[in-house]
């Protein structure tokens, strides 16, 4: 099992309020490497900038989506026929200043989180 960052544009997706309706989303898997069973959290950037959802891999490689979010979709450009797409179970949310950006820095987070990552030794060890 692995542990992922992956990105959120407010722009793009109102993840806050599909995981307060849902509680499984397909989201775009642009990474083969993510697997079943690996965990994933969600960065949700400007204006939050935090981590504030753990999440489980379900399904990896589906090449359409199986569960209906368009209401959330705010720029379908990026997320609507995408060809690759992973299930994500919410597991738990966080308080926004718990995995802040700064924070996250703080504990050994170089540069921006823009695409997928896989979290690194120092996180894990600070139980992200």
């Known amino acids: 099992m692995e542990q992922w960052i992956i990105p959120c544009n407010l ?3 109102d993840v806050i309020a599909a995981f307060k309706e849902l509680k499984v ?4 898997q642009s990474s083969k490497s993510i697997k079943i069973g690996d965990e994933v959290y969600i960065y949700v950037g400007k204006p939050i900038q935090s981590i504030l959802y753990k ?5 990896v490689n589906l090449k359409s989506q199986e569960i209906d979010d368009t209401k959330y979709v705010l720029d379908g450009e990026l997320f ?39 979290v690194n030794g120092i996180l894990v060890y600070n139980k992200l």
């Open 25 to 28: 989303l397909n989201w775009k």
């Open 11 to 13: 722009k793009y997706y």
């Open 80 to 118: 609507e026929y995408y060809g690759n797409y992973m299930e994500l179970q919410l597991i738990e949310e966080f308080n926004k200043s718990k995995y802040s950006l700064t924070v996250l820095k703080q504990n050994g987070l170089k540069g921006n989180i823009q695409g997928p990552r896989r």
């Open 55 to 59: 999440c489980i891999v379900n399904k």
